[in-house]
């Protein structure tokens, strides 16, 4: 409730709701409500019909605690469920799927509606009726959520079947015993072909079974050329798993660098396992190609994935590309800034030339939070190499010098970082440390003398002035950390300072109650090395530390005290070790590393939770290691199915006069073909015929393989072509292109061609063109509509170079042009009164309107498909919720009369049928693939009526009108 | 994925909370509030904080957190870009993103939170969608509300969620069709001390706002695309025209979005718009220190530069200040030492300077904290980079659009380095 409504409304209300459930009084007053916003929202609707509805209390601890629960309201509001208020019905489901789980016998009063929205004509009202459904978490009903699921997974809309790829975590979480019907259901999904549902299906893969990776096998081309068309955050979910996925499948690109990494370490064992060049496998690189585009993406999470993607599956040498798209994620709000900044840092590491071009961008500016600073600065340390570490220091001297104090302090351990990791610059580090020691700041002073402990370490020899000067600190400084670190220090290097050393540790036996627990032990550590080397200045000074220690609060402390006591003064009963003390504690150390907090933090997956983490976060799939040798790549092959491919041969050989009728048209396809068949011949051991891998990625993929392969792949091709000679010219001739994936039947069209006029005789000055559609499958798209244009030439001289200049074309339409004619050889130009026919693809994506000038009929825009009765039928009732359209129309014909006008009015395949009343005829739609179903069917009163069921409705519409014009004309 | 979702206001209160799967005690955010104790800035509490059974991811925007628990492994920038997407979707639909207007709209923020995702995977975030969903409040539509009882959420079943552009919804129909393109420059830059750029580079966006009946197909096409180093589109941009060719081609949202941010490659030498003149000294010893500071106009392609606004974090030393501009106003908080100049226009002829003296804490020795300045300013009429948009032709409608395009000239975080 907002106050929008008024005091007036409000008192109105509260008179209504009090008269249907006393004891709500107190909260619905108006000042209630507006302070209960805070912890508790309670709304209240009024229907159209002024009288309240739906109270929907949402989550509110404090109210249940009080005894206020709004579930006691449950039968009330969930009566409402059926309401037709579409505002009413939405928060009724809210206050429904809050409440169901305390609710759980009332809860199951609704579901009936719920069950009767699952049957819906619209398409929207089915799917919210399923994610409600899905969403209210009660046992009792999984069995009539999984057939709702297992339902909506076929439905005809894409928009339910994304719902049903939702709905499926929803229940596997409710109960996880359904996992394996669950999973049938997502492998149906996954092979579905829309856009809409790729990314929710993938989801739901993710959560329920990430195991099942050759699930995706079949599916894995379709989802790499899909991936650009999907919403973004399907994107995010697909580009993870497939980077998982191509982790099990491909070899690693950069194999031979990493083997030469190894080979330092172990000649002998690469010398026996020589490998053979690696050559990328064409969906692995398929991947690679089809994520690129992805990094211009305006969603973080997308660039970040791909970026990830490239880091964890390309070529050492491509990486680089995704360098720019993260420097530009930088601008972004500072959580997005965190979090890529994270993963730069473990990706500098690694490569670190990638990042260096954007030095820049990773300079500190004195508005950002600590947190991003230090990151930049982490990436910063990182990128520090021989040639840029003077700039570097120049700007961390700039940083020294902030207000920040916490961000000083890391600038300090980055220098000494560098100092550590680059040897050139180790003394020019080390004296801007000891300059710093005399800062006003403690903090400033105690980070210094930390990491100057540890540069010192390294070469101590050199630097006993700057020992002399740290010890001087001790009277200043307070911070533990430093005091220890100094005490350490004089302790390790007693013997380059051995005048001062004693003096120190005379002042800390002074201060040693009052020491913070880290500088007592060093003391302790101090004396006792003191003693070995010195002990006749400090014995006395020694014993006295350690009484004192022996009777310290802190047991540690103690404890080292009776031990070093034992160690070092000799008494009768010392054991052997005491030879040794000298050893023990003065033993030459080895000098720390300082190392980058993100080295080796990409085992985890970048770009994931656990990566940030550095932590595995619950459900963290791992990023599998390449395989040594690549599984089977034919798995990824999708065949096509035998009985097709018979129609197909048979109604080849029967198609004369629909064939490419010029040589022309023969020499194209066969230059098409020829190589194709010798690249996927590769693949897989199929037969020439039903090789369906027509993408041209693949083609396209073969030629940047090695020539040596390509050759010898093409060999086999083109020995195949001579065994099998019959099928060969099959393959060349009639082309029914290689069929494409995701075109699971093919067929052949019937009834007889239309020919248009596109450009007559005379106002072409001799050349006539026409067209019509062939009704051929275009081959090298198989989403195109298939024109084939007529050139006939009746003038007096040749007509030359014929093609399509600038098609204009409505958005999402596209064309493939026809090579020109009579360009170059003679064989090739018209010749007077010759006929010339060529094959243009257009995808009118199932748009009507062409300007230009050829205008499809809606007919042309389907292709026939085959059926049986039964499937026809079954088709029909499940998609009778799809537009239909029904028109009665006057006099019938007979049946061979009907299907002759609607096969030359549509591009549509009869479906065998039993009785002669009825004539059906199926097909898809050429750019979507969506179903087209038409039935024809004669009344007892001789009146007939047609019935058109198609997803699209104009193109249904269209349909209707046509036809009805074919039968009455 | 997304679990629940809590927003806090700054003084610390859940005050509103949403649950997409089973319902998370609130007592969650207790390890949130501990995390933002311990960071000393707002904008330093960490981003993710885990928790023993959660994890917590939190943005903020307009002083508000918006705390997402999440239960397993998810990509976290998914999350932020997504609560992101939240905080611009309530933009859209109050004005304003602030705890009063979604206290008040609080029903519709219900609805949108419900619409936007679905078992805490998103479902619509598209800002067309969304809003044939669930009508933004309008104050003309609240009044008929009140009078007829009827209710912000469409009457219609939405289609935009079905059709092959998500981002624009159909049948859209206006009487003055106008497409409004605005390019927007920002230069980030650091300053040295002597006056030399240490980095500088430009990033810029066009903000559209189209007004077009029916289904138009635009194309933008620049003067000079090779500028452009690195961009990141809206959906509705055709990738594939923009390899190719270098032209923008897509059918617009309806209304107002972001069709494209670009960065200028750094290859090209950013023009500096303006220059900075100081001297700042404190005395060792002594309790004063002089300031000036003197601002100019450099390479402005002959536009003014104008809402200059100048601010400073003054050291920590620093008692009070005593200045005198020359133009504008300035003030100084004690507290925060947070100095700010309102300088207004630049007068070329007249440069505004601000000058005074500063009163240091007694006896305290010369601060050693080095003192940035922050300059905000806008250039009208004309993009640094020197972008141009050469022409906007639209297909697929038979109407004549008026079409209009800005530049302007921001910057963005603008950074000049004072004293050593």
């Known amino acids: 409730i907002s106050q929008q409504r008024g005091n007036v409304t409000m008192k109105f209300l509260r008179e209504q709701v009090t008269s249907i459930c006393p004891g709500m009084t107190s909260v619905l007053s108006p000042c209630d409500v507006t302070t209960a916003t805070s912890h508790c929202v309670c709304v209240c609707v009024m229907s159209y019909c002024w009288c309240v509805t739906v109270l929907y209390w949402v989550c509110d601890p404090q109210m249940i605690a009080r005894g206020k629960n709004a579930s006691d309201l449950f039968p009330a509001v969930v009566k409402n469920v059926a309401c037709k208020n579409i505002e009413v019905k939405k928060l009724v489901y809210v206050y429904l799927v809050r409440y169901a789980e305390e609710q759980q016998d009332l809860a199951l009063l609704s579901i009936s509606t719920f069950q009767r929205g699952l049957k819906d004509p619209n398409q929207l009202i089915r799917a919210s009726a399923l994610r409600v459904l899905s969403s209210i978490r009660v046992t009792i009903i999984v069995p009539i959520m999984m057939l709702a699921i297992k339902e909506a997974a076929s439905d005809m809309s894409p928009y339910v079947r994304k719902t049903a790829a939702h709905a499926i975590p929803k229940l596997y979480s409710l109960d996880p015993e359904q996992k394996d019907c669950l999973i049938e259901v997502i492998e149906k999904l996954l092979a579905d072909k829309t856009t809409l549902v790729a990314g929710s299906v993938v989801m739901a893969f993710e959560e329920v079974c990430p195991e099942r990776i050759d699930l995706i096998h079949k599916n894995y081309r379709k989802l790499c050329n899909l991936l650009i068309d999907v919403e973004e955050w399907g994107q995010v979910v697909i580009i993870n798993m497939l980077t998982r996925y191509a982790r099990t499948q491909f070899l690693n690109p950069n194999m031979n660098e990493d083997k030469e990494e190894k080979e330092k370490k172990k000649t002998e064992a690469t010398a026996i396992v020589k490998r053979k060049p690696y050559v990328m496998d064409p969906d692995h690189r398929l991947l690679l190609r089809n994520t690129k585009p992805l990094l211009q993406s305006r969603n973080a999470a997308v660039v970040m994935a791909v970026a990830q993607l490239y880091f964890h599956l390309a070529p050492k040498a491509e990486v680089g590309v995704i360098a720019k798209a993260l420097v530009r994620l930088m601008r972004s709000h500072s959580e997005v800034q965190y979090v890529v900044l994270q993963n730069v840092a473990t990706m500098s590491i690694k490569r670190r030339g990638m990042f260096e071009p954007y030095l820049k961008s990773f300079y500190i500016r004195s508005t950002d939070p600590t947190q991003i600073k230090v990151l930049k600065l982490e990436v910063l340390t990182n990128l520090a190499n021989e040639t840029n570490i003077s700039t570097i220091l120049r700007e961390f001297q700039t940083y020294i010098k902030s207000n920040d104090k916490d961000f000083v302090a890391a600038t300090i351990q980055a220098i000494g970082r560098c100092a550590t990791n680059i040897g050139e610059v180790r003394d020019t580090c080390l004296n801007g440390l000891v300059q710093l020691l005399s800062n006003r700041d403690e903090l400033v002073v105690a980070e210094s003398v930390v990491v100057i402990k540890k540069l010192l370490q390294m070469q101590p020899e050199q630097h006993s002035d700057i020992i002399k000067h740290m010890a001087k600190l001790t009277d200043n400084i307070q911070v533990p950390m430093a005091r220890a670190s100094i005490l350490w220090l004089i302790g390790e290097y007693c013997e380059h300072v051995p005048k001062i050393a004693p003096d120190v540790l005379r002042k800390m036996a002074k201060t040693f109650t009052n020491e913070e627990d880290i500088v007592k032990l060093q003391i302790i550590n101090l004396a006792a090395k003191l003693y070995l080397t010195n002990s006749k200045q400090t014995k006395l000074l020694t014993q006295y530390v350690l009484n004192l220690a022996k009777y310290d609060q802190n047991y540690d402390i103690r404890d080292r005290a009776r031990f070093i006591r034992q160690l070092i003064v000799p008494t009768d009963k010392s054991g052997a070790l005491s030879k040794y003390a000298k050893k023990l504690f003065l033993a030459l150390k080895p000098a720390p590393v300082l190392e980058s907090p993100f080295k080796d933090r990409d085992h985890f997956q970048l770009g994931s939770l656990s990566h940030l983490l550095n932590a595995k976060a619950g459900g963290y799939q791992v990023l599998p290691d390449w395989p040594e040798a690549a599984p089977d790549p034919s798995v990824r092959n999708v065949e096509v199915k035998e009985s097709v491919r018979a129609v197909e041969t048979v109604t080849a050989r029967d198609r004369g006069p629909l064939g490419p009728s010029s040589g022309e048209d023969v020499k194209k396809s066969e230059k098409k073909s020829k190589p194709r068949i010798g690249s996927s011949e590769s693949e897989s051991e199929e037969d020439n015929d039903s090789e369906s891998e027509s993408s041209e990625s693949e083609e396209e993929e073969s030629e940047e393989e090695s020539e040596e392969e390509t050759k010898k792949k093409k060999k086999v091709g083109n020995e195949r072509l001579e065994n099998t000679p019959c099928l060969a010219v099959h393959a060349v001739f009639t082309q029914p292109p290689p069929l494409p994936v995701s075109v699971p039947q093919t067929i052949i069209p019937s009834g007889n061609l239309k020919t248009y006029e596109l450009l007559h005789r005379i106002t072409g000055e001799g050349l006539s063109v026409e067209y019509c559609f062939s009704r051929q499958p275009f081959s090298p798209d198989p989403h195109m509509v298939a024109v084939k244009i007529q050139f006939t030439n009746s003038a007096t001289s040749e007509a030359k170079s014929l093609h399509v200049e600038d098609a204009k074309l409505q958005s999402g339409m596209r064309i493939k042009e026809f090579p020109e004619i009579g360009q170059s050889t003679f064989h090739n130009r018209i010749p007077l009164l010759i006929t010339v026919s060529v094959v243009m693809g257009i995808d009118f994506s199932c748009s009507l309107m062409f300007f230009v000038s050829i205008q499809p009929p809606v007919g042309e825009l389907m292709m026939p498909i085959f059926m049986t009765e039964n499937e026809f039928k079954k088709e029909q009732g499940e998609h009778r919720n799809q537009c239909m359209e029904i028109k009665q129309y006057g006099p019938h014909f007979d049946c061979h009369a009907v299907v002759q006008r609607v096969t030359t009015a549509a591009n549509l395949s009869r479906v065998p049928c039993g009785s002669d009343k009825e004539c059906r005829f199926a097909g898809k739609t050429v750019t979507s693939g969506s179903l087209v179903l038409v039935s024809v069917v004669t009344k007892e009163d001789g009146a007939a009526q047609l019935t058109v069921n198609c997803e699209k409705m104009v193109i249904g519409t269209m349909l209707v009108k046509d036809i009805l014009q074919a039968l009455t004309q | ?420």
């Open chain 2, 1 to 420: 994925m997304i679990h629940s979702l809590f927003l806090v206001n700054s003084s610390g209160d859940i005050f509103l909370e949403k649950h997409w799967k089973s319902v998370v005690s609130r007592s969650v955010c207790d390890y949130f509030f501990e995390a933002q104790e311990r960071a000393s800035e707002p904008e330093n509490v960490p981003p993710v904080i885990p928790t023993p059974h959660h994890y917590l991811i939190s943005v903020l925007r307009h002083r508000i957190y918006f705390v997402a628990v999440i239960q397993s492994e998810v990509p976290p920038l998914f999350v932020i870009e997504f609560l992101h997407r939240v905080v611009d979707t309530f933009q859209d639909y109050f004005g304003v993103c602030t705890e009063a207007a979604i206290k008040d709209n609080v029903v519709v923020v219900y609805e949108l939170l419900e619409e936007m995702l679905d078992n805490g995977f998103p479902l619509a975030t598209e800002s067309n969608i969304l809003k044939e969903l669930i009508k933004p409040p309008t104050i003309l539509r609240t009044v008929v509300n009140t009078i007829t009882g009827s209710t912000n959420v469409g009457e219609q079943l939405p289609t935009g969620q079905l059709s092959v552009v998500p981002w624009r919804r159909t049948g859209v129909k206006y009487t003055n069709n106008e497409a409004y393109f605005d390019v927007v420059e920002e230069i980030d830059a650091i300053i040295d001390k002597s006056g030399s750029t240490i980095t500088a580079e430009i990033q810029g966006v066009i903000d559209a706002c189209v007004k077009l009946t029916g289904m138009p197909d635009l194309t933008l096409s620049f003067m000079n695309p090779r500028l452009l180093d690195d961009v990141s589109f809206h959906p509705c941009v055709r990738f594939k025209r923009w390899e190719a060719e270098r032209i923008l081609s897509f059918i617009p949202p309806d209304g107002n979005f972001r069709l494209l941010s670009y960065h200028v490659s750094s290859q090209n030498l950013v023009a500096i718009p303006v220059y900075v003149k100081h001297n700042i000294t404190f005395r060792e010893g002594s309790s004063q220190g002089r300031f000036e500071l003197t601002l100019g106009p450099k390479q402005t392609m002959g536009k003014g530069v104008e809402a200059v606004l100048v601010s400073s974090q003054l050291p920590r030393g620093v008692l009070n200040t005593n200045l005198n501009p020359t133009q504008g106003t300035y003030t100084f908080d004690p507290v925060t030492k947070l100095l700010s100049w309102d300088v207004g226009k630049i007068n070329p002829q007249k440069l505004p300077s601000l000058k005074g003296s500063m009163s240091l804490q007694a006896g305290a020795s010369k601060p050693d904290e080095n003192p940035t300045i922050n300059i905000q300013f806008k250039i009208q009429q004309s993009a640094l980079s020197g972008l141009k948009v050469n022409r906007l032709d639209m297909y697929g409608e038979k109407y004549k659009p008026f079409k209009g395009i800005k530049y302007m000239t921001k910057a963005g975080k603008f950074q000049a380095l004072l004293s050593n």
